[in-house]
């Protein structure tokens, strides 16, 4: 049972170039989600997913698009990188009891 | 809307000490909520969670919790501090609507001496 898979770990960008970070799960979770991790700030919510066809925004969307085709993978893609965008970010999935299951983390520098 | 408060970005203890993590919430309904726990490098574990059963929460590692409705708050304990306690720790909500995701503290690493 591998739970939740993020790819790439690490990841160095150029200003003005997109990437797509990958997320899938296993678990068979409706319950989708993209946080980014700065530092003092916690965890902010990007965008989330309730189901295949279905996201929505979060606290900071401005940047980034998701799309859900499948119930399995949560892509977070990064249309033109900032420096602002320079963070850790965590896919998760929420299973029952409520309980969220995160990735490993990507890091990403924008330089 | 739902917030969290951690109280000290930083804490430092000795270790055999006292583990105190502060956190503060406010929701508008009964709320889910949960500690992780986030060693360098890694991703975030789930330490404990109250989902309005007992108000005191039993976690992994010899860590609790204890649910105090009326102070609004979520205190993160530990007995005895170990040396691999080292870590950060965060506090998060949730209104525990399916689906609903969490709303995290800002962290509070803990530093524990020898």
Redesign the interface.
């Known amino acids: 049972n591998a739970g939740v898979t993020q790819t790439p770990k690490f990841q160095v960008l150029k200003t003005g170039q997109s990437m797509t970070l990958q997320c899938a799960q296993d678990m068979n979770h409706e319950y989708m989600s993209w946080y980014r991790q700065d530092p003092g700030m916690g965890l902010r919510l990007i965008h989330y997913s309730v189901g295949a066809g279905i996201t929505d925004q979060g606290e900071v969307p401005n940047g980034y698009n998701v799309s859900r085709s499948t119930t399995e993978d949560f892509p977070l893609r990064l249309l033109s990188a900032a420096p602002s965008q320079t963070s850790v970010y965590f896919c998760a999935s929420i299973g029952s009891g409520n309980t969220i299951y995160f990735g490993e983390g990507s890091w990403l520098t924008v330089v | 809307a739902q917030s969290?408060t951690?109280l000290g970005?930083h804490v430092s203890v000795s270790e055999g000490a006292l583990v105190l993590l502060r956190c503060n919430y406010s929701s508008s309904v009964p709320p889910?909520l949960?500690w992780?726990v986030q060693y360098p490098?890694?991703?975030?574990q789930?330490l404990l969670?109250y989902?309005s059963a007992a108000t005191l929460v039993k976690g992994i590692n010899g860590f609790e919790a204890e649910f105090k409705k009326s102070e609004t708050s979520f205190h993160l304990t530990k007995p005895s501090a170990h040396m691999s306690d080292a870590a950060e720790y965060?506090c998060?909500v949730?209104d525990?609507n399916?689906?609903n995701?969490?709303?995290?503290?800002?962290?509070t690493r803990l530093m524990v001496k020898p």
Do not use: C, D, E, R
């Open positions: 969290v951690q970005s889910y949960f992780y490098n890694q991703g975030l789930l969670k989902t965060f998060a949730s525990g399916a689906g995701m969490l709303t995290f503290g800002g962290g």
